[in-house]
Every structure is written in structure tokens, then in C-alpha cells.
């Protein structure tokens, strides 16, 4: 049976930087509806242009668009026997949308981690973390230093701080995360699949807790 995992948690707690780890040792595709928004950017589409408005004020995009290009990458057949889910759903309608489209295929949901950590552990995250240009590989200035400042360890592209790790823009991300996306813990809590990790602890301690929640075994 196909693996879905939802990785669920505010901005900065780590969800990216740990897709990528669970990704590869899982062997399924990590998708990331920011990376998603960001590429349709870079590429000038109109589904970029239509969402950076929102994500440079720290909005989120409105949900038909969102759920419109989430259904367009699960449908592609790397996605048939699962798919790590990172940054989507964010909204009931998106959750709700994600369990009917999966069902299509057979499958659903079967496991959300829920990563925590207190806002001020965020914002100086946030504040600190740097993108590569090519990949969206994570680093931070303190935390995950890469090895060269400026530039990605993995494959040399530019590293940059996203326009919306401004401080004013990510209060108003952790803002909306507690209206809009803290609903979904009990949404997820109530169908039995949430399990809470403490996101505030070394990177490694954290991928530990996480493979112990998606591979019991
Ligand atoms: P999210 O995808 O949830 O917004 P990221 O994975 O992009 O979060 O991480 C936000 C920032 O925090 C990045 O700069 C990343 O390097 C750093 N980071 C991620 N996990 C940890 C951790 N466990 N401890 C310290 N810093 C971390
Ligand atoms: P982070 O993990 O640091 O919160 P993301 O890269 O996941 O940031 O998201 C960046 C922005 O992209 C969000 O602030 C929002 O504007 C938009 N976005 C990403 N995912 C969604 C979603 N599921 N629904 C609506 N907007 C989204």
C-alpha cells in the first residue's frame, strides 16, 4: 500500500530541512508546495504570478490554486507508491481535498508527524536560514552552517535568504499558521494519525523520532 505522510508543523520548525533526510532514506518524492510556488516563480508562470503576491505578504495562496497544483504532481507516476508532504495541506478544505484526491488513487493519509517548537525558536530560524538557489537545499547561519558561506555544500549553487524571512513577513507566516494551519492537529488528532515530535532539538535527534514514527518497525 502507498505511504502519504503529511509533515505538519509551523514555518521554520524543520519540516523542509527533514522531507529532504526522510525523502531519500524512504525512497518516495518529497513535495514541497513552497518549492512548487517558488519554481512557478522563478519560471515566470501564471500560476507563479498569481501566487506571489500572497507569499511575499506572508498569505497563503487561495486554496483552489494550491489544491490545483498539488493534485497535478500527485497524479505524476513517481507519486504512485507515496509521497512526503511538506507545507500542504495548510487548511481544512486542503486537508479535506488531499483525502478525496488520494482515494482516487486507492489510497490516504497514513501517518502526520507534527513537528513543535515555541515561536521565538522559529522567528530566529526563520531570520537565519539561507536557500540554495538550484535545489532548495536548507541551511542556517548557526544551526547548519554550510562550508563555504554563500554557497550550497551539495551541488555549489548560490545560497540566498528568501524574501519572505523578513522579520515583519514572518510574524504575520506564524500568524497565519496558528488561524489557518494549528486546526488541522486536531483534524489529523481525530482521525488517529497525528503523532507529536519535539521539533526543538538537534537536526539528527529529530530524524531519529520521525523514523521511528514512519518505520515502526
Ligand atoms: P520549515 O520547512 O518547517 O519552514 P526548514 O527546514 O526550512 O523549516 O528550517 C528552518 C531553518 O531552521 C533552516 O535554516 C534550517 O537549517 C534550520 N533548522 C532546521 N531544523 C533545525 C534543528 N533541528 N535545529 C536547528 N536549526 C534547524
Ligand atoms: P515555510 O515552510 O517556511 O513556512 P513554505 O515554503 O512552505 O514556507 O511556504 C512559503 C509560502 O508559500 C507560504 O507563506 C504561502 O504563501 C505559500 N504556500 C505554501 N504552501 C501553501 C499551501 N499549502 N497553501 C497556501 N499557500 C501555501
Known sequence: ?????????PPGVGKGTQAKILAERLAIPHISSGDLFRENIKNQTELGRLAQAY??????????VTIGMIRARLTMPDCKGGALLDGFP????????LEALLAEFGGRVSCVPYLTAEPAVLVDRLSGRWTCRAQGHIFHEKYNPPQTPGICDLDGSELYQREDDKRETVENRIRVYFEQTAPLVEYYRRLGRLFEINGDQPIEAVTAALLAVVNPS
Open 1 to 9: 500500500m502507498a505511504t502519504y505522510i503529511v509533515l505538519l508543523g
Open 55 to 64: 507569499m511575499t505578504k506572508g498569505e497563503l495562496v487561495p486554496d483552489e
Open 90 to 97: 495548510r487548511t481544512i478544505r486542503q486537508a479535506e481535498a
